[in-house]
């Protein structure tokens, strides 16, 4: 989904490393990426039950997919439309096992496993550019769906509307169908499987149901794909994630569900697994799967804010307003999404501000136990809100609470390429103690006469409120980072005073998803 406008964020989970080999059945894929590095331990996010039950595998496949290259190639090779493919009801649910809290653990050197959160929970609002996803889609689309749907669009959205209010059930199903068929599986998710238990689920029902968006669509995929390698995920887990897809949907779309349905659903499965493996395959030729990167300085700007700094053990290339994955020694298998909070620098360092958030397990670590010598772990790069070069628009940010962070990276960027486009930069947050870096975006102002920070601090004004004080913004290309609330109000703000959509940038996964619903 790396439309110009909204962002993909490599938000899924699965894999592992040459486990399950089994590459018949289901969506076999059509190629595997080269060997490569891989994670000493792969990651998924958190999930659904594990399941101890007994569930009995299919007699037969439902369908014999198998990716095949693209275009007309991979369209002959898949079922047409109404073919008839024979419908699998799977074994009553087993009952799920109690999620377990994972302990701190220290695989990597010079760290000090700090103390677990009271409780497992979302970590909201902590970092940029996400906050905790909702297990269904938002149902007001940020912008209109296509007029026009394929078949295949149609049925997969009808099995959509009938699973939403059961959700829950239909991850746990998924989770305890992949691991009770696969456990070798298992293993590489986090210990604690009812932290962001949806991720992987909902990545594949949100790709399936905007496939009919090629071009925001795609380049979700893609991050997705890059991002797995993180994960160990390989070309041969992705039969045994459709089957249970495929088996999780059979059981709760029980009016909506058919051959037909189920054919579509093949299909759909069948294409996004192979945009994702070839992604994979082509990053792996030039990029490592993760980075190690070397804790040198940790500055605490309040109680629950720090901002800190890393030493990656190899050249990280990224472009300002980006965003990458985060592993902690103390929580393996455990990423969270930190925008950069500056643009690239001589000396190779990155920096993220980390904001600490009750029972957040990566979040209060990195705030109140990172120390420098502390060894971390990076996913790729991703996201889409960066500045166009190409243009001499200005830019209209919107940056609440640690959503500061890109903003700065933004001006920086602009700065370093010599451009005197005008930067107006809208500063959001609760109180005055939480414009934690308005420092820094005063000097910004200082240096540069093209740049112009405005705190607004909730009591006194609403962000939204305040753009629609100045302007005209017509000229202007808009980015916002920060809460889901803020993007959502600032969008609607933004979209009121006449700016279009195509110049609104914001990354945020749950936005995206309602992009394109």
């Known amino acids: 989904m790396d439309a110009p406008t909204t962002t993909s964020a490599g938000n899924g989970t699965s894999g592992e490393n040459g486990a399950n080999g089994g590459g018949g059945g289901w969506f076999t894929p059509r190629k595997r990426g080269a060997t490569g590095r891989s994670a000493p331990h792969a990651e998924g996010d958190p999930a659904g039950e594990g399941g101890e039950g007994r569930i009995a595998p299919p007699s037969r496949p439902v369908a014999a997919i198998r990716p095949v290259g693209t275009g007309a190639e991979r369209a002959s090779a898949m079922p047409q439309r109404g073919a008839p493919v024979?419908?699998?009801?799977?074994?009553?649910?087993?009952?799920?096992?109690?999620?377990?809290?994972?302990?701190?653990?220290?695989?990597?050197?010079q760290a000090n496993?700090?103390?677990?959160?009271?409780?497992?929970?979302?970590?909201?609002?902590?970092?940029?550019?996400?906050?905790?996803?909702?297990?269904?889609?938002?149902?007001?689309?940020?912008?209109?769906?296509?007029?026009?749907?394929?078949?295949?669009?149609?049925?997969?959205?009808?099995?959509?509307?009938?699973?939403?209010?059961?959700?829950?059930?239909?991850?746990?199903?998924?989770?305890?169908?992949?691991?009770?068929?696969?456990?070798?599986?298992?293993?590489?998710?986090?210990?604690?499987?009812?932290?962001?238990?949806?991720?992987?689920?909902?990545?594949?029902?949100?790709a399936a149901e905007h496939m009919d968006n090629t071009a925001v669509l795609v380049g979700y995929l893609k991050n997705l794909g890059r991002g797995h390698r993180k994960y160990g995920t390989q070309p041969a887990h992705y039969?045994?994630?459709?089957?249970?897809?495929?088996?999780?949907?059979?059981?709760?779309?029980?009016?909506?569900?058919?051959?037909?349905?189920?054919?579509?659903?093949?299909?759909?499965?069948?294409?996004?697994?192979?945009?994702?493996?070839?992604?994979?395959?082509?990053?792996?030729?030039?990029?490592?799967?993760?980075?190690?990167?070397?804790?040198?300085?940790?500055?605490l700007r309040t109680s629950d804010i720090a901002v800190v700094t890393v030493r990656p053990d190899q050249p990280y290339p990224f472009l300002a307003g980006q965003y990458t994955s985060l592993e902690t020694p103390w929580w393996?298998?455990?990423?969270?999404?930190?925008?950069?909070?500056?643009?690239?620098?001589?000396?190779?360092?990155?920096?993220?501000?980390?904001?600490?958030?009750?029972?957040?397990?990566?979040?209060?670590?990195?705030?109140?136990?990172?120390?420098?010598?502390d060894v971390l772990r990076l996913g790729p790069p991703a996201g889409s809100m960066t500045v166009d070069h190409t243009t001499d628009n200005g830019l209209l940010c919107l940056g609440g609470g640690t959503g500061i962070a890109p903003i700065k990276a933004l001006v920086e960027d602009v700065a370093e390429h010599g451009e005197r486009r005008p930067v107006e930069v809208f500063y959001g947050a609760r109180t005055d103690h939480d414009l934690y870096d308005i420092d820094t975006m005063l000097r910004l102002q200082q240096s540069h006469p093209w740049l112009q920070v405005r705190p607004v601090v909730d009591g006194r004004a609403q962000l939204p409120d305040a753009v629609r004080e100045y302007g005209p913004w017509n000229e202007y290309d808009a980015y916002l980072s920060g809460p889901i609330g803020m993007i959502r109000s600032g969008v609607d703000a933004l979209r009121g005073i006449g700016i279009p959509f195509e110049r609104i940038r914001h990354d945020s996964l749950e936005e995206l998803v309602a992009a394109a619903d």
């Open 86 to 109: 024979p419908s699998q009801r799977p074994a009553p649910e087993p009952p799920a096992p109690e999620p377990r809290v994972p302990q701190a653990r220290t695989p990597y050197p």
């Open 113 to 206: 496993p700090p103390s677990a959160p009271q409780a497992p929970a979302a970590e909201a609002f902590a970092t940029t550019p996400h906050a905790p996803e909702p297990p269904t889609p938002p149902a007001a689309p940020a912008y209109p769906r296509q007029s026009s749907a394929s078949p295949d669009a149609i049925l997969v959205r009808r099995t959509m509307e009938e699973i939403g209010p059961v959700a829950d059930k239909v991850t746990s199903y998924f989770y305890a169908l992949l691991f009770v068929r696969h456990p070798d599986l298992r293993s590489l998710f986090p210990a604690a499987m009812d932290t962001q238990r949806d991720r992987l689920l909902k990545a594949l029902l949100t």
């Open 239 to 299: 039969p045994a994630v459709g089957e249970a897809l495929i088996g999780a949907l059979s059981r709760y779309a029980t009016t909506t569900w058919d051959s037909e349905t189920e054919a579509a659903w093949v299909r759909t499965y069948t294409t996004i697994s192979q945009v994702m493996i070839d992604a994979a395959a082509e990053n792996e030729l030039h990029a490592p799967a993760w980075w190690h990167a070397e804790v040198v300085s940790h500055d």
């Open 332 to 373: 393996p298998r455990v990423w969270r999404h930190y925008s950069f909070a500056g643009a690239a620098r001589s000396d190779g360092l990155l920096s993220f501000h980390v904001k600490a958030v009750p029972a957040g397990w990566v979040s209060n670590a990195l705030v109140h136990h990172a120390r420098p010598g």
